[in-house]
């Protein structure tokens, strides 16, 4: 475990004065007391404050409904998830046994709490710049190259006026499960289009974040399939 650690802090470009903040950053609470859920309460600070940054800066002629907009795509469960795996977080997690069996080391919240850990951890032990930094190395290339008028509206909006532009109807959306305890619990809902027949599943700490990242990969699925000659073009 010592050679990923140090391995990570070569990929993040940060190497912590307090190895316990790493290590504490990357355990679940099924693993024991000494979890990363209040650094990741911290972390979730972090990241939204250092990323309106990096937009202020880049987007400088966007009002704040644009700038708030992109913050939201970008600080995301499913956006936080693709960073975490890219980074290895799933092979430097602390979880216990049941968790670890039941798959918790690729579980999209799982991922997503223990970045937003790691930059808690990150501002805790070499202060906001540093956190900063890890930031900007994470997501600086996705600001870069993005543009505001391809966030302008959130997925679930999209995704109706994409289906009545073709006189289908609009979608359905139903919780298939939820899992934690009450204060913190993932919700995992289903988005179903019956005229097409397909469905998508999304995972979130709300309802609405599920529905929204439902709603987004049936969206992704049906512009995939939304060529000439497919039978959904209408």
Same mark, same amino acid.
């Given at each position: 475990m010592e050679n990923r650690l140090d391995a990570l802090q070569r990929r993040i470009g940060y190497r912590f004065a307090d190895a316990q903040l790493l290590s504490r950053?990357?355990?679940?609470?099924?693993?024991?007391?000494d979890?990363?859920?209040?650094?990741?309460?911290?972390?979730?600070a972090v990241l939204s404050l250092a990323i309106s940054g990096l937009l202020f800066?880049?987007?400088?002629?966007?009002?704040?409904?644009?700038?708030?907009?992109?913050?939201?795509?970008? +600080?995301?469960?499913?956006?936080?998830?693709?960073?975490?795996?890219?980074?290895?977080?799933?092979?430097?997690?602390?979880?216990?046994?049941?968790? =670890?069996?039941?798959? $918790?080391?690729?579980?999209?919240?799982?991922?997503?709490? =223990?970045?937003?850990?790691?930059?808690g951890a990150?501002?805790? #032990?070499? $202060?906001? #710049?540093?956190?900063?930094?890890?930031?900007? $190395?994470?997501?600086?290339? +996705?600001?870069?190259?993005?543009? +505001?008028?391809?966030?302008?509206?959130? =997925?679930?909006?999209?995704?109706?006026?994409?289906?009545?532009?073709?006189?289908?109807? +609009?979608p359905t959306y139903r919780i298939s499960a939820t899992r934690g305890q009450a204060h913190a619990q993932t919700f995992e809902v289903e988005c179903a289009v019956p005229a097409l027949n397909l469905t998508e599943s999304g995972e979130g700490r709300s309802r609405r974040v599920a529905e929204q990242e439902a709603a987004r990969r049936m969206l992704d699925a049906l512009k995939a399939s939304d060529r000439p000659g497919s039978p959904l073009q209408s």
């Amino acid at each position: 475990m010592e050679n990923r650690l140090d391995a990570l802090q070569r990929r993040i470009g940060y190497r912590f004065a307090d190895a316990q903040l790493l290590s504490r950053a990357l355990t679940h609470r099924s693993f024991g007391a000494d979890h990363n859920e209040r650094l990741e309460f911290l972390g979730d600070a972090v990241l939204s404050l250092a990323i309106s940054g990096l937009l202020f800066e880049r987007f400088a002629g966007s009002d704040e409904g644009d700038l708030t907009r992109v913050r939201a795509h970008l +600080v995301r469960e499913d956006s936080l998830h693709r960073v975490a795996v890219q980074l290895g977080l799933p092979e430097v997690l602390n979880l216990g046994d049941g968790e =670890a069996r039941g798959g $918790g080391a690729q579980r999209a919240s799982i991922l997503a709490d =223990a970045l937003e850990a790691l930059l808690g951890a990150t501002f805790l #032990d070499g $202060g906001f #710049d540093a956190a900063r930094e890890l930031v900007k $190395g994470l997501f600086g290339e +996705v600001i870069q190259t993005t543009d +505001v008028a391809s966030w302008s509206k959130d =997925a679930k909006t999209e995704l109706q006026e994409w289906l009545q532009a073709r006189r289908l109807p +609009v979608p359905t959306y139903r919780i298939s499960a939820t899992r934690g305890q009450a204060h913190a619990q993932t919700f995992e809902v289903e988005c179903a289009v019956p005229a097409l027949n397909l469905t998508e599943s999304g995972e979130g700490r709300s309802r609405r974040v599920a529905e929204q990242e439902a709603a987004r990969r049936m969206l992704d699925a049906l512009k995939a399939s939304d060529r000439p000659g497919s039978p959904l073009q209408s």
